[in-house]
């Protein structure tokens, strides 16, 4: 199973407030890149975009030492690279939440906060969001998805084998269940119409018909392996 | 602290099973998705695709009903060769969220729908935890009746 990766980037300049926070999410099992700047971030930014990559949730903090973090909140909003946006500031003022979320802030947190709390948002956030998969996930997925074509390829060779001699008719009906479904899902949609047929015509004509459906599926499964 | 969902699918057929468990992930991957191959019943997770049929024993129904009993708050989807009047009636009765035919791209498409709406209406929450779980499903199910009784009147007059 492949833990996937809700990833959070954090804007922070101090190094205290980020550390502890990176290592907290990490323990939760979420992956973390951090920025001490505005063009830090939009570094890491840049070359999440190149790999195909969303963040998850970003982390800013309002006071950053190259400028205003709503400025960076407000690219982030305005860009499709990350899905949600936090605000992260010791100014609790009415005019500063406002400021935060006007720039596109989904939430405005002011420091000192309760770190469990926090990282409970944080997690309910994602969770309810699409997750956006990375590369090298869905490089895992696509070998995966190949293995599993090979293995389909090698059973549908073993059934074809097993159909060149008579076999229960109960046992032939299930059969044609499995590969009607099996079929269709691993791209044989000639050969799962085939067994939705001929599992239909079977619970008409009963066993007197195996043999028919026999030989008709083997010719069947033949050319879908020959492709 | 927020569970991570999980989600079995149970099909005799081990190919069909992986497959479709590689698809969800794909889709899902805030999931964790397993698959099993033998009738009884494992308890625990939050959403259920039931096969109907398992090595020629039509028991989808039975097992829906049975998931009902040990996972009250979970997702049941049921998978079918044949969507038949008696075995949707039942599925209806023990809240069964959706029956879709295997062999069918739409279907699938729907029952990602179906999940997607669970996921997004009950978020990270344990199934046995907390009640608005629950209330999540109901909802899901609700916007789902329409279809359901849809189906419904076409195989009633099907068989009428």
């Given amino acids: 199973m492949c833990k996937l990766g809700k990833k959070i980037l954090i804007v922070e300049d101090t190094k205290s407030v980020s550390m502890l926070l990176a290592a907290t999410l990490k323990r939760e099992g979420f ?6 700047t505005i063009e830090g971030a939009r570094q890491l930014l840049k070359r999440n975009a ?6 998850d949730l970003a982390l800013v903090d309002i006071s950053l030492p190259d400028g205003d973090g709503a400025e960076l909140l407000r690219e982030l909003s305005s860009s499709s690279w990350c899905n949600a946006r936090y605000a992260v500031s010791a100014d609790a003022s009415r005019s500063a939440r406002k400021h935060a979320l006007n720039a596109g802030a989904d939430r405005y947190v ?5 770190l469990r709390a926090l990282i409970d948002q944080i997690s309910d956030e994602v969770g309810r969001r699409k997750v956006i998969r990375h590369n090298e996930c869905k490089d895992g997925l696509a070998a995966e998805k190949q293995r599993l074509a090979q293995a389909y390829s090698d059973h549908l060779f073993s059934v074809c084998k097993e159909l060149e001699a008579p ?14 479904g099996s079929a269709m899902l691993y791209g044989f949609s000639r050969l799962s119409t085939l067994a939705s047929d001929l599992s239909d015509r079977l619970g008409k004509h009963g066993p007197s018909f195996s043999e028919d459906v026999r ?9 879908a392996l020959s492709r | 602290m927020n569970k991570l969902r999980k989600l079995i699918i149970m099909d005799d057929d081990p190919h069909y099973a992986g497959m479709l468990a590689l698809k969800i992930r794909m889709q899902f991957p805030e999931l964790m998705v397993s698959s099993y191959n033998k009738a009884d019943l494992p308890g625990g997770y939050d959403v259920y695709v039931l096969d109907n049929d398992f090595f020629g024993e039509k028991c989808g129904a039975q097992l829906a009903e049975e998931v009902r009993k040990i996972a009250p708050r979970s997702l049941v989807i049921v998978l079918s060769g044949t969507l038949e009047f008696a075995l949707l009636k039942r599925l209806v009765n023990c809240h069964a969220a959706g029956v879709f035919d295997k062999s069918k791209e739409d279907d699938l498409t729907q029952m990602m729908g179906l999940i997607d709406q669970f996921l997004l209406q009950s978020p990270n929450q344990s199934p046995v935890s907390k009640s608005s779980s629950f209330q999540g499903t109901l909802s899901g199910i609700r916007g789902l009746m329409k279809e359901w009784n849809k189906r419904l009147a076409f195989e009633e007059k099907r068989v009428s």
């Fill in chain 1, 31 to 36: 992956r973390v890149d951090v920025a001490e």
């Fill in chain 1, 50 to 55: 190149e790999l195909q990559c969303k963040y």
């Fill in chain 1, 110 to 114: 002011t420091k000192p906060f309760d």
């Fill in chain 1, 167 to 180: 076999m229960p008719f109960k046992a032939l009906r299930s059969r044609l269940h499995q590969l009607r």
């Fill in chain 1, 215 to 223: 030989e008709t599926l083997r010719q069947e499964i033949r050319v």
